[in-house]
């Protein structure tokens, strides 16, 4: 179990200086020969303080953009679907784009949080609780749009089979929609669950050296009487590792279900058998995308500098490079299936994409999500803030039109050329689109505020990695 | 009936783990050791048995999977059948991913519960000792004085190559 | 005595109460109004005092009847259920119509309906009583019969003998009077002409079945030209590729704007209005050489047309008595020329009959433009104006209504308060044609009656009877027409019935054939002919370059004919006609079958005309001409001549800015018309009455942008099946949607152009069987005219609301069934093909396996069912449907007011927001043909259960049956070679297959482009 | 101490089943009534009309008054004028018509006409005169029945599809000859259409196999 130095320097943010390499030696996750009691306070010091100005700005900007959203919502559920652009070809466009988005945003965590875990990456600690914060806040996000999206949302509970005076009358299993139920249900209960579980001893971290009064008693109550037994750590151990690994096929079924939404179906530009694997490693890229947005503010913001070091900026930067070369290649893939496929209808679908009315969509998701990524091969683009952060965001961007340009382009132009149509979004849809953030950064800045932002205990099971046994970076 | 119990302060995992090593072989009964994380070794050095959770875990997932692909048949072709798209009834590919999806949410939530219920942790447990800075940074090794032969001058010996910073006996009722 | 075609025993009928409308809708009305609400509140059963003998609850009764959507008299049936008549079909009996019935036709019930409708008789623009303006007329009348004023009666064409004797019979009593007759869309110069040359003032009564070669000169037969229906059903019949050798007319069709009729020709030769009448010239030029006659003319032919206009003079001179040449210019020369080419082409006594003429169009333009004379001047006493709107559809209607109001002594018969009911002194408000008694003989010899369906809804009186009252004789319309009818027609009856008896007979069937009365005519005058030609002077027409277009220098100033003019074309509407249906908002919402445009009319370019004059779609273009003009929006009309524009009368009427509240409100939502407009603009204003014809060519039109837009909207985007070649090619690959090939392809193949392509393999068992019925339809595309009647069809007969020109503008029109229309200009032709398209019924269908919550599923018959009480919504059967044929419902859309909701089926559940609706092959139809069958105890025969759009439409294109049934006409197409299902390579079993279409062409067309 | 555990856990687990069990056992076997079920709906009616005294006593069919349940897609509520069929001559319980022969008699007078009170209400709406012919001058007002059994609008029921392939009418309607006023007594849900329709695939109806279709689209268009 020893991490494997890979010959760069690394940047010291307490000192101010890049530092040599010192070969031999593994790199430290934990900046500022922190001891375990720093640690403690550190994290929990945040939840003890009144928020900060920058917080409540932060709230207060959340809210009001989540009040957009809940309006628009609102008006289209009491009005119907009709204020959104969508029309008879166009089925879906923000919608169901959205939905996608989410998704594929929430996957990053579930990423850190057990495949990472799988794999051994120390440097996840640092950002798994966050990353898993950010997975539930982002199915949340998802969730809505499958209700919403439907004509009459207060009936959306006939999706679940239950009994009933109807003959019975189940549900339709073959019909992705129900897959996608499942999955996301099922997604959102063990995201929950696996978040829950990893916040156990936090909470009794924090039970423990909390005052007495009703914040010690709420975390009392949610530490389930954690005590810190190493016969439960063992099997703490065990169930992690469960989690992690039931999680990890979750996550890649999710997005193949939600991918096959469009795969089973006969259209052309979404019948396609690559989606699965495409969907996968975009959810992937833009998830982390996403995760390092988040981060480098909350970094910032709440000075985990120390935490969230240099070195996973650079792991993560990396990781997006990889993921981006899988999409571009998977976009290359696209485009000479069409092509070799023969049928002429998936090939009009492609060159449509590229050339005909909506191809600004497909340009900028090509320079968002091929081209912006390449930048990071340069280590300084990597070492910069300001650049990562700002690419971060072109990614996002770009994630979310690609899903636009395959649900959307597809749609207009399909089979029988009398039925082409376009679409334009309406000011509801902007407003649906714009609320979802708000509501994503509403939970996330409570989430922030209320409970430890990084795993405590297993910062500390990893504190002293890439330190001598004295201590000492 | 009470016990009494001899409550060892460490502050360092690699203590704790010598010390935990060190007392079995010396005959001593480990009741517990509580440490702010999970320290690895720890559960050899105090020689505790393999979890059998991954069985849960299978047991829980297997039946969700079962349950769901016979439901999913059951109402597909057997309660009401329904020619959907000209599909067979029993469309086993089609049932597949919420046949995953279930054994998934079997096996994990049911692991979680079994593991909850095995450590008796349900939310408002009070805790069954506390040493309050064991969630922090502190590691303590609980031993049982089970007959009138321990000394606790012994164990001080014993534990002399680590670190101990503080050691008290107690008596806990049950 | 449920469903069956009914008729009303006179003898036993006690006033007109059992048809009393309150006391029969009780019943179910009560109950569909408190429907939506019956979670909460106690509902009310109210059942009759006295049950109407041949009514049951809950059960339709059909009348026959007469249409009155236009003047050609087609034999209807009207479903009345519950007191309400709901929908009308053709009576397969009539042998107008045969069963067939337009759009226009099936719509006009909805006017039935129409809150706007006159409540009370005005005097002066006050609503006044019946009685009160009996005795104010009575009073004026007797003033008049003293003073021996000018009494004038004006109408639309009359075709009813009863109403006609009635009006002679009033007129009678005045000293100066006069009966004017007139129709908007003019037919006077074919009347004329005969007048010329056959010495009778008479309409031809045109058999298309038996021609072989059709040529039409601007004449839209299949559109809106005299007897549309009729001459579908004639046309449909003269051309069907099966049998040896088939029986397949040649058609062409000389136009300058793109007609309906000029979309199915087989050779359409797009020419200008001057080198259409050179064409006709050339052509009775050419065959007098033959015929061994003179005219006068000699052969003057642009250089391009030269070939086609002697292919197809050869054509007509072979095919002599079988030919046919019809001309809708209402100008007398060009109409002598036809009826000289008939002549000698011996068609007279075949394929044109003037020996029983048709009396759908009697009016006289030059009798109008006396009438206007005097009116003038001043010199009328008493106008009285009756089915006839000439405030808006004559060019001088302006002028008109100020004279009107100057007239001393005006009434206006009429059901609505119109333009010209504006300008009268008095209104007599008439009922519509559901509520009236009436007669007809459109054609000479056949006769027939309408009755009532429903009492009044207003309180109205038939024009007739009004007469009738202001003479003193206080005869009710029924008797006025019995009477009639026992005076003149039953004599001309060939069996001994009894009056009552023919008289029920009639009623029963809906029309009777009796021997014809019409007047002595000679054979035609040649030398009449030649006079015309000479005296109205030798054309005065130059021949344009060969190349007929607009050679376009960008940036310099417009071009076009003679120094940036055009030639201005106004035609009737399609759906509204010359504005007579302008009330109608389904007809509103039904797209135009050439333009498919909606809520509105516009100006029609050429792509290079509209090029050179710097104008897109939905621009707006001033018309300068004759000292007026007008500001419309731009279409762009692919195949029209780039010398014309064109532009569709009807629009423009009065109190249309009604409909700015129909479809649904909301945050981006536009009206449908802005609040003080009108839907369209009238353009009847250019129009021009010269030598006694009323014209629908001006020449010399400007046409000037004014860099405005208007919001211009049509139901189709894309109007091609070849794909945009994306990299700047000319052309993209060439969808099989539709499957076409040319009548020598297929008499060498008969499967040419059906292109079937394999289906791959499935992975799943083939395990479903139908073992009782299995519905299927077969679309004929080489009989489809695109006429539309099957959308409308769909329309009344499953509730299909109206959503207003914003939600189709946002491609979100309800119809269950569109009509696609695709133009074809690969290499430099121009072809039309139209393609009927509705759910698919497929056996796989991709829409049924994605719906989660089981609303869409497949019946044990083969149907796609879509369960609306079931649909949560999600779209995703819509966005996996290949045809995109599903409709959504984005809003609660509004059933019309109060009234209109009165037209609603009661056996189709009104669809509300957020679910998925679609054709579902009219289910409540063959639902009630399988209990009627079973009641009967009796199997369900081939053709009991028929939907909508196959019972209506006028060329018998849509054949629906059972396919388990070997003897259904149903199987019999599906062993057709032409047989082809849309996208079958996508494995989606489609229950609807199409007949391939074909056209009689010598050259192989579009084959190659298939693969 | 790992043995106890799994008890506590096969303990909980097998509440937790009986639980959702009892909930579904509960809702089948009470009834729990959803909203939009009226079953037991039973609204006083503007005459008291007894179902039990004509069709029970006097064994009059049903389909003697509501003809149009055989011809029609709605079995309908008679007209008035069906009524005076009978009571132009009947117009009140034999009982009193009895009492007052025998009152007449004993006072030596010609017995007057009874007419019932519910009776009148309808000879009222119909604007009879005393010889029961109609009096124009008077004016005729409808009977406002109240109606017992409704479905909702996106169901289609057609009467004489049920009574032709001799479905009994009191298969849904239950013994109306029993009820004196009626009684709404199916729950009238799909679940009970449904499932009267596989039984009657299954083992046919009066004996005669039929074809009841179970597709949606029959009921629901």
């Known amino acids: 179990m020893h991490d494997v130095v890979t010959g760069e320097k690394v940047f010291d943010a307490s000192a101010g200086r890049a530092v040599p390499p010192q070969p031999g030696l593994r790199k430290p996750v934990i900046l500022g020969n922190k001891t375990y009691r720093d640690v403690t306070s550190d994290i929990c010091s945040q939840l003890d303080q009144k928020a900060s100005l920058s917080w409540w700005a932060a709230f207060l900007v959340s809210l009001t953009v989540l009040a957009v959203g809940a309006l628009s919502v609102g008006y289209q559920v009491l009005t119907g679907v009709g204020v959104w652009g969508l029309n008879n070809t166009v089925g879906w466009a923000f919608d169901i784009t959205n939905f996608v988005f989410w998704i594929g945003i929430g996957h990053a965590g579930t990423l850190i949080s057990a495949i990472l875990f799988l794999f051994r990456q120390k440097w996840r600690t640092s950002v798994n609780r966050s990353a898993e914060a950010m997975t539930i806040f982002a199915v949340i996000c998802a969730g809505i749009f499958p209700i919403i999206h439907t004509g009459r949302p207060w009936l959306a509970f006939w999706l679940l089979p239950y009994p009933n005076f109807r003959g019975p009358l189940w549900v339709n299993f073959r019909s992705p929609l129900v897959w996608d139920m499942f999955a996301i249900s099922c997604y959102f209960t063990i995201s929950a669950v696996f978040w829950f579980v990893g916040l156990i001893p936090d909470f009794a971290t924090l039970r423990d050296r909390t005052a007495p009064g009703i914040r010690k008693r709420i975390y009392a109550f949610l530490s389930l009487g954690w005590n810190g037994s190493n016969r439960t750590w063992h099997r703490y151990e065990k169930v992690y590792l469960l989690l992690a690994g039931l999680a990890t096929p979750l996550v890649i079924s999710v997005h193949t279900i939600v991918s096959w939404d469009f795969a089973t179906s006969v259209i052309p530009g979404w019948h396609t058998t690559i989606l699965p694997p495409y969907f996968v490693a975009g959810a992937v890229f833009s998830g982390f995308a996403m995760v390092l947005t988040l981060m480098l503010i909350v970094r910032r913001v709440m000075r985990l500098e120390e935490y969230i070091t240099p070195h996973h900026i650079e792991q993560m930067c990396t990781i997006i490079l990889a993921t981006g070369g899988m999409v571009a290649l998977a976009y290359a893939t696209e485009l000479f299936v069409a092509y070799y496929s023969g049928n002429p209808y998936e090939r009009f679908a492609f060159v449509n994409r590229a050339l005909g009315p909506y191809a600004w969509t497909y340009w900028i998701m090509i320079s968002c999500n091929v081209l912006v990524p390449q930048f990071f091969w340069f280590k300084r683009v990597r070492a910069n803030v300001a650049a990562v952060f700002a690419l971060s965001i072109f990614i996002n961007i770009g994630m979310w039109f690609e899903r636009y340009v395959i649900i959307m382009t597809s749609l207009t132009r399909d089979y029988i050329p009398a039925g082409w149509s376009g679409f334009t979004p309406t000011l509801v849809d902007l407003g649906t689109l714009v609320g979802s953030f708000g509501l994503f950064f509403t939970l996330f800045l409570l989430f922030a505020r209320f409970l430890p932002m990084v795993a405590i205990g297993e910062v500390k099971g990893v504190l002293r990695y890439g330190r001598s046994v004295n201590g000492g970076a | 009936m009470s016990r009494r119990i001899l409550v060892n302060v460490f502050g360092s995992e690699e203590d704790i783990v010598g010390a935990a090593a060190r007392a079995r072989e010396g005959g001593y009964t480990i009741l517990d050791a509580y440490t702010p994380f999970a320290v690895h070794g720890l559960d050899v050095a105090m020689g505790i048995r393999p979890t059998r959770l991954a069985y849960v875990c299978l047991a829980f997932g297997l039946t969700g999977a079962i349950a769901k692909l016979g439901f999913q048949i059951w109402t597909s072709a057997w309660d009401w059948p329904v020619n959907v798209g000209g599909k067979p009834l029993v469309s086993i590919p089609a049932f597949v991913p919420v046949t995953f999806e279930v054994m998934v949410l079997f096996a994990g939530v049911g692991t979680v519960l079994a593991f909850l219920l095995r450590s008796r942790l349900f939310p408002g447990a009070a805790p069954k000792a506390t040493y309050f800075r064991a969630t922090d940074d502190q590691f303590v090794l609980v031993l049982e004085e089970r007959d009138a032969s321990f000394d606790v001058r012994n164990v001080e010996a014993l534990f002399r190559p680590f670190k101990l910073l503080h050691l008290e006996e107690q008596i806990v009722r049950e | 005595m449920t469903e069956e075609y009914g008729h009303i025993n006179v003898a036993s009928l006690p006033g007109m109460g059992r048809r009393s409308f309150l006391r029969l809708a009780g019943f179910s009305f009560a109950g569909a109004v408190l429907a939506g609400c019956q979670q909460g509140g106690v509902e009310k059963a109210i059942p009759h005092l006295v049950q109407p003998e041949e009514s049951t609850p809950g059960s339709a009764v059909w009348y026959s009847t007469i249409c009155a959507g236009c003047q050609a008299g087609c034999g209807i049936l009207a479903k009345v259920r519950d007191g309400r008549p709901i929908k009308l079909e053709g009576n397969p009996g009539h042998p107008l119509s045969q069963g067939g019935m337009c759009a226009i036709g099936q719509a006009s019930l909805l006017g039935l309906y129409d809150s706007l409708r006159l409540k009370a008789p005005l005097m002066k623009g006050a609503p006044s009583s019946w009685q009160e303006l009996d005795r104010h007329v009575m009073a004026e009348l007797d003033r008049i019969r003293r003073g021996k004023g000018a009494v004038r009666f004006l109408t639309g064409t009359v075709t009813s003998p009863a ?15 006069r009966h004017v007759e007139y129709d908007p869309m003019s037919c006077a110069a074919i009347l004329d002409a005969h007048r010329l040359t056959h010495g009778a003032r008479v309409l031809p009564r045109y058999h298309f079945a038996e021609a072989s070669v059709i040529t039409a000169f601007d004449a839209d037969f299949l559109g809106n030209w005299i007897s549309p229906v009729e001459f579908t059903k004639g046309y449909r019949a003269g051309r069907t590729p099966a049998g040896n050798p088939a029986r397949f007319s040649f058609h062409a069709h000389f136009e300058s704007r793109v007609s309906l009729t000029g979309s199915n020709a087989d050779q359409r030769v797009c020419v200008s209005p001057d080198e259409l009448q050179l064409c006709l010239e050339g052509m009775a030029a050419i065959i007098a050489e033959r015929a061994g006659r003179t005219l006068g003319l000699s052969v003057r032919l642009p250089a391009n047309l030269d070939n086609s206009v002697r292919r197809l003079a050869d054509r007509l001179w072979n095919a002599r008595g079988r030919g046919l040449v019809v001309c809708g210019v209402n100008t007398v020369r060009h109409q002598v020329l036809v009826n000289a080419l008939n002549a000698m082409l011996d068609n007279y006594g075949g394929t044109v009959d003037i020996d029983t003429p048709s009396h759908q169009y009697a009016g006289n333009d030059a009798g109008v433009e006396d009438l206007l004379n005097e009116l003038r001047r001043g010199s009328v006493e008493a106008l009285f104006v009756s089915g006839a709107n000439p405030v808006y559809d004559l060019p001088e209607g302006q002028a008109l209504g100020e004279w009107m109001k100057k007239t001393p002594f005006v009434v206006s018969f009429s059901g609505e308060d119109d333009e010209t009911a504006a300008c009268a002194r008095y209104v007599c408000p008439t009922p519509h044609f559901l509520e009236a008694w009436n007669d007809s003989e459109p054609v000479s010899g056949i006769v027939a009656l309408a009755q009532p369906t429903i009492r009044s809804l207003r309180d109205s009186r038939q024009m007739i009877e009004s007469l009738s009252v202001w003479s003193g004789d206080n005869a009710p319309a029924l008797d006025l027409i019995r009477r009639e009818w026992e005076r003149t027609i039953r004599e001309r009856h060939a069996t001994s019935q009894t009056m009552d008896a023919f008289w029920n007979r009639t009623l029963a069937d809906g029309y009777a054939v009796v021997r014809s009365a019409s007047a002595p005519h000679h054979a035609c ?29 960008p940036g310099g100033p417009p071009p076009g004919f003679a120094g940036g003019r055009y030639t201005l074309l106004l035609h009737p509407s399609l759906t509204i006609l010359d504005g007579r249906h302008g009330h109608n908002p389904w007809l509103h919402e039904l797209p135009d079958p050439v333009t498919k445009i909606v809520w509105d009319n516009a100006a029609s370019l050429s792509r290079k005309t509209a090029e050179a004059l710097g104008v897109r779609h939905g621009d707006l273009i001033r018309i300068e001409a004759n000292q007026k003009f007008l500001e419309l929006p731009v279409h762009i009309q692919p195949g029209q001549h780039d010398a014309v524009v064109v532009v569709t009368l009807g629009y423009g009427r009065k109190g249309t800015d009604r409909f700015r509240d129909i479809g649904p409100e909301w945050l981006q939502s536009r009206p449908t018309v802005g609040s003080g407009e009108t839907v369209g603009k009238n353009a009847a204003l250019f129009g021009l009455i010269e030598a006694g014809c009323r014209t629908n060519r001006i020449d010399a039109a400007r046409l000037i942008p004014t860099g405005g837009t208007h919001v211009l909207v049509t139901t189709q985007e894309y109007h091609s099946l070849r794909e945009p070649n994306l990299f700047g090619g000319e052309t993209g690959h060439r969808r099989p949607i539709v499957q076409e090939t040319t009548l020598a392809a297929f008499a060498n193949d008969p499967s040419a152009g059906s292109f079937h392509k394999e289906e791959l393999d499935s992975l799943w068992p083939d395990d479903h069987k139908y073992a009782g019925h299995h519905w299927g339809m077969t679309i004929d595309l080489t009989a489809c005219t695109g006429c539309s009647a099957c959308v409308m069809a769909c329309q009344a007969e499953n509730n299909i609301p109206v959503v207003g020109k914003d939600e189709v503008r946002r491609n979100r029109e309800l119809a269950w069934i569109r009509v696609d229309r695709y133009y074809d200009e690969a290499r430099g032709e121009f072809s039309v093909s139209h393609q009927p398209m509705m759910c698919q019924h497929c056996g796989n269908a991709p829409c ?53 909701r009165m037209v609603l089926n009661p056996d189709v559940t009104v669809r509300e927001r957020g679910v998925m609706e679609k054709c579902s092959f009219c289910i409540q139809r063959i639902q009630g043909a399988k209990i009627r069958a079973k009641r009967e105890g009796r199997p369900l025969n081939d053709g009991d259960a028929q939907p909508a759009c196959a019972q209506s439409c006028p060329a018998r294109a849509i054949i629906f049956g059972d396919v388990n049934d070997p003897s259904s006409e149903i199987s019999k197409t599906l062993s057709s070679p032409r047989h082809y299902r849309v996208l079958e390579e996508l494995g989606v079993r489609p229950s609807v297959g199409y007949l391939t279409l074909v056209r009689n062409r010598e050259e192989q067309a579009g084959e190659a482009d298939h693969a | ?66 003809t149009a349940a055989e011809r029609g897609g709605s079995a309908g509520i008679p007209a008035a004028a069906v009524c005076m069929n009978c009571h132009t001559i009947v117009t009140a319980p034999w009982v009193n018509v009895r009492a007052e022969d025998e009152r007449a008699s004993k006072e030596k007078r010609q017995p007057r006409r009874i007419i019932s009170p519910e009776l009148a209400k309808v000879y009222a709406a119909m604007g009879l005169n005393a010889d029961f012919k109609p009096d124009s001058p008077k004016p005729t007002t409808s009977i406002e029945w109240v109606r017992v059994h409704s479905l909702p609008a996106y169901v289609r029921f057609n009467h004489s599809a049920h009574v032709s392939a001799g479905v009994e009418c009191q298969t849904c ?19 009970w259409c449904v499932n009267c329709h596989r039984e009657a695939n299954r083992s046919g109806i009066n004996g005669r196999k039929v074809a009841a279709s179970t597709d949606c689209i029959v009921c629901h268009h």
């Open chain 4, 173 to 191: 309607h239950g013994a109306v000859e029993t009820m004196e006023r009626v009684r709404q007594v199916s729950d009238l849900s799909m679940g």
């Open chain 3, 525 to 553: 005058d040649y030398d009449a002919v030649a006079t015309v030609v000479t005296e109205r002077g030798p054309t005065s027409v130059s021949i344009p370059p060969a190349t007929g277009g607009v050679t376009a220098s």
């Open chain 3, 848 to 900: 049924e396996t994605v719906c989660p919550v089981l609303a869409t599923v497949h019946s044990a018959e083969g149907l796609n069912q879509q369960i609306y009480n079931r649909c949560v919504g999600t779209r995703y059967c819509a966005n996996n449907c290949p045809y995109k044929m599903r409709r959504f419902n984005w809003f609660e859309y509004r059933h019309g007011d109060e009234m209109q």
């Open chain 4, 1 to 66: 101490m790992g043995w106890l555990n799994s008890k506590i856990l096969t303990v909980i687990l097998g509440i937790a089943v009986l639980l959702t069990f009892s909930v579904f056992v509960t809702s089948f076997t009470f009834n729990i009534k959803l909203p939009g079920n009226h079953q037991g709906y039973e609204p006083v009616q503007p005459v008291q009309y007894s179902h039990r005294l004509h069709a029970g006593e006097l064994g009059i069919p049903c389909l003697h008054c509501h």
């Open chain 3, 163 to 177: 109403t006609r004797a009635v009006i002679q019979r009033f007129l009678g009593s005045f000293a100066d009077a």
